[in-house]
């Protein structure tokens, strides 16, 4: 069974500080790691995809990915009460005939102003 | 560009009953991926099809089933429902070529299914 694994949370930073969010993977097979957004009672929202070992920077948004710890990380800068949601790492894995999704369940951020 | 739709939005069935879901991918997507996601575990993996075919499949019984048709869309059908299948099933499209980066999937509003 491939495993992602999430802290929970609830996460809670002050409006402005960097919220740090972190995702561990047991497949070494892996080649995608994404980051998904999701708001209650709202369908997940793409906001990051990496690679490649090392950092992606896309506006407020660090995606740091370390292949031989098997560890993605998810830095927001500058964080913002409507930055309050659920974080989902998602790590794209072999499957028997194919590539499938497998989600961690989530970290609560909660932004508080 | 439009974006994933899903019908119904919500639904509300009985057990035993069956039902099928509807998923249309962004144009130009091939592959269709369906998840079930409920409080307790989170999202899961039902299947991917691709071209028409079933190209990857999760640990769901056989009452789950899909198809994809030759435009892309997707349906998903539930046959004799139970109360543990009360959940939203959110279907995600992709480009599905090979290659890393044709397969950010990207997610339909979902289906609210609701068994009694």
């Known amino acids: 069974q491939k495993e992602v694994e999430q802290n929970s949370g609830p996460l809670s930073v002050p409006e402005g500080a960097i919220a740090s969010l972190n995702c561990t993977y047991s497949?070494?097979?892996?080649?995608?790691f994404f980051w998904y957004r999701q708001y209650s009672g709202k369908s997940p929202e793409l906001i990051m995809s990496?690679?490649?070992?090392g950092d992606k920077e896309d506006g407020r948004f660090t995606a740091q990915l370390n292949k031989a710890s098997q560890y993605v990380s998810l830095l927001i800068r500058d964080s913002q009460p409507s930055d309050s949601a659920t974080y989902l790492c998602a790590v794209n894995s072999r499957g028997n005939s194919g590539y499938a999704l497998n989600f961690g369940k989530g970290t609560s951020l909660l932004v508080t102003p | 560009k439009a974006g994933v739709t899903q019908t119904p939005r919500y639904l509300i069935k009985t057990r035993g009953q069956q039902v099928t879901l509807s998923c249309s991918p962004i144009?130009?997507?091939?592959?269709v991926s369906w998840y079930q996601q409920t409080p307790g575990q989170g999202l899961q993996f039902l299947f991917e099809?691709?071209?028409?075919?079933?190209?990857n499949k999760g640990n769901f019984p056989g009452r789950f089933s899909g198809r994809q048709f030759s435009n892309s869309r997707s349906e998903m059908n539930v046959s004799t429902l139970e109360l543990g299948d009360s959940a939203l099933y959110l279907c995600?499209?992709?480009?599905?070529?090979?290659?890393?980066?044709?397969?950010?999937?990207?997610f339909g509003p979902g289906t609210r299914l609701t068994v009694l």
């Open positions: 995600a499209s992709s480009l599905g070529a090979s290659g890393p980066r044709y397969n950010e999937q990207f």
């Open positions: 144009s130009g997507h091939r592959s």
């Open positions: 497949d070494r097979g892996s080649q995608s």
């Open positions: 099809y691709f071209s028409e075919t079933q190209r």
């Open positions: 990496i690679y490649s070992n």
